[in-house]
C-alpha cells in the first residue's frame, strides 16, 4: 500500500502534485511519502504483537536523515554496514542501543567507531573480525555484543547478484563454524556473544527459503545452550520482496510474522528483522521529465532526464519499475509501445523496452514507482551529472531533504596536481 494515487488528474504523492514538485526542484528529483514510510514500518511492528521485535530499518535501501528520522520517531532501529550508515543512523535519531552493525569488510576503524558508539550489536562474519574485534575492544576496555553471522547455504532473492545465503556467497560462516566462533567469544572477556544472525537474500518472494533458514537457526540456538551457553537474540535479517509488478504479490509482512512466529515458538530469545526494501520502496518515485520522443523504425523512444546514474536497477538487474504519466490519460487516449531510455552514453542505460504507456510529449513528466529502495542511495554523478534531490512529503506539505549536488560543487572539490618543476 502505497500514498501515490491520481487526484483530479494529477499524479500526487499524499495531497502534492509531483507537477507542484517538480516546478519547485527541478527533475529528476526523488520524491517519498512519509504516510507509505510510517505505514510500513508500523505494519511490520504491529505483525509481531504483542511480541516485541526490534525493526531495524536497513539504511542501505535509504540513507537519508530526513528518511531515517521519520521511522526512528516511530521506534525503529537501523542495520548499518559502514560507518557513514551509523554515523546517519545516529543523526537521524536512532538511538545507539538500537543500531546493528552488519558487513563483511568492516574495518578496524569501523569496528573501533561501533565500539565507541555502544551500538547494540555487532554482527560478525569470521573468526579474523572476530579477533579483531576482541583486541579493539581490550584496548578500550569495552565489551561489545556480538552475534555471529550464519551462513545457512540456502539461496534466495530475486536476483543472483542479490542473493547472499548460499554456501559460496562471501557472507557468514557454516552453522559449525559459526557455534565455533561464539564459544570462542563466549570464553573472551572483551565480547559480550548474544546471538545468530542471518540475512539470505532480497527482493525475497516465497517464505520458504526464509523459513528454512530461521529453523536451521533456531536449532543452533539450542545446541549452544545445551551446551551451556546463553543465547539471548536472534536477527533475521531483511529480503522481503516487493510487487514491482502485476505478478503474484510477495508474502505479506502478517504472513511473514507469523511464520517467524511459529519458527521461534518457545523459544525465548529476542527478535530483530532488518527489511530495507518492504519499507521504503513503495514510499518512493524517481520523477522524470521527457527531453524529447524519437521516432524509430520499430518503435519510438523516449528519452527522460533521468538516467542510469539516477536509477540503476533496470541497468544492473534488470529490474521492472512501473512508470505512470505525472498527468492521469483520459480513457480513450492512445497507447504507444516505448523503448524508455535515459540520457547517458551506455545502452545500459535503458530502463524499459516495449513498454506501453499513454502517448506522451516532450516535456511531460513520468514517475518510476517504487523507487524509496537502493535508488537514491545507488545513485552517481556519471557522465557529470548532478546528484538528484530529495523531498519529502507530509501530508499537503513538502520538504526538499537533500538538495541537488551541481557539478559546479562536484568540481569545486577537484583540483589540478602542482605542476612539475
Ligand atoms: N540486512 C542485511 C545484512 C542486508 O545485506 C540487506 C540487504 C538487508 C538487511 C536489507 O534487505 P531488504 O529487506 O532490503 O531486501 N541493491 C539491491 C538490493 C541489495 C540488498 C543488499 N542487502 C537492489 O536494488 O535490489
Not at 546517519?88 to 563483511?104: T, Y
Not at 545468530?196 to 545446541?223: C, N, W
Not at 521527457?290 to 521516432?295: G, N, P
Not at 554523478?381 to 537533500?402: K, Q
Request: net charge negative; with cysteine.
Amino acid at each position: 500500500m502505497h500514498h501515490f494515487d491520481y487526484r483530479n488528474g494529477e499524479l500526487c504523492c499524499e495531497e502534492v502534485p509531483l507537477s507542484a514538485i517538480a516546478e519547485a526542484v527541478g527533475t529528476p528529483a526523488y520524491v517519498y511519502s512519509s504516510a507509505t514510510l510510517e505505514r510500513h514500518f508500523d505494519v511490520f511492528k504491529n505483525a509481531f504483537a504483542p511480541r516485541d521485535v526490534l525493526v531495524a530499518f536497513a539504511v542501505k535501501a535509504n540513507a537519508n536523515i530526513a528518511i531515517i528520522e521519520t521511522l526512528a520517531r516511530r521506534g525503529a532501529g537501523a542495520d548499518t554496514v559502514s560507518r557513514g550508515e551509523i554515523m546517519r543512523a545516529l543523526k537521524g535519531g536512532v538511538p545507539h542501543d538500537r543500531i546493528i552493525f552488519s558487513g563483511v569488510g568492516k574495518t578496524e576503524d569501523e569496528l573501533s567507531f561501533a565500539i565507541e558508539k555502544h551500538v547494540h550489536q555487532i554482527n560478525v562474519e569470521s573468526i579474523a573480525e572476530l579477533d579483531a574485534l576482541s583486541r579493539l575492544a581490550a584496548a578500550r576496555n569495552a565489551r561489545p555484543a556480538v552475534a555471529i553471522r550464519v551462513n545457512p547455504d540456502v539461496g534466495a532473492g530475486g536476483h543472483e547478484k542479490i542473493s547472499t545465503g548460499r554456501g559460496d556467497a562471501k557472507f557468514g560462516v557454516s552453522i559449525a563454524q559459526a557455534e565455533a566462533l561464539y564459544a570462542r567469544a563466549a570464553a573472551d572477556p572483551h565480547l559480550s556473544p548474544k546471538g545468530l544472525a542471518v540475512h539470505i537474500g532480497s527482493q525475497i518472494k516465497d517464505l520458504a527459503p526464509l523459513e528454512a533458514a530461521f529453523r536451521l537457526l533456531r536449532i543452533s540456538v539450542e545446541r549452544l545452550r545445551a551446551a551451556g551457553m546463553e543465547v539471548t537474540r536472534v536477527d533475521l535479517g531483511g529480503g522481503l520482496g516487493v510487487p514491482y509488478f502485476h505478478e503474484p504479490a510477495p508474502p505479506s509482512p502478517d504472513a511473514y510474522a507469523a511464520m517467524i512466529t511459529r519458527v521461534f515458538s518457545g523459544l525465548d530469545v529476542a527478535l530483530a528483522i532488518e527489511p530495507g526494501r518492504a519499507i521504503a520502496a513503495n514510499a518512493g518515485v524517481l520523477l522524470s521529465r521527457v527531453i524529447r520522443t524519437q521516432e524509430r523504425p520499430g518503435r519510438p523512444i523516449l528519452v527522460l532526464d533521468a538516467g542510469m546514474n539516477d536509477l540503476i536497477r533496470p541497468a544492473i538487474y534488470d529490474a521492472y519499475h512501473d512508470i505512470k504519466p505525472a498527468r492521469a490519460p483520459a480513457d480513450a487516449e492512445d497507447v504507444l509501445t516505448y523503448d524508455v531510455v535515459g540520457p547517458i552514453c551506455e545502452t545500459g542505460d535503458t530502463f524499459a523496452r516495449n513498454r506501453a504507456l499513454p502517448k506522451l510529449n516532450d516535456g511531460d513528466l513520468v514517475a518510476f514507482m517504487s523507487a524509496g529502495a537502493y535508488g537514491a542511495t545507488m545513485a552517481s554523478t556519471y557522465n557529470a551529472r548532478a546528484l538528484s534531490p530529495e523531498v519529502l512529503v507530509r501530508g499537503g506539505r513538502f520538504s526538499v531533504i537533500r538538495r541537488r549536488w551541481t557539478v559546479e560543487e562536484q568540481i569545486a572539490l577537484e583540483m589540478l596536481p602542482e605542476p612539475t618543476p
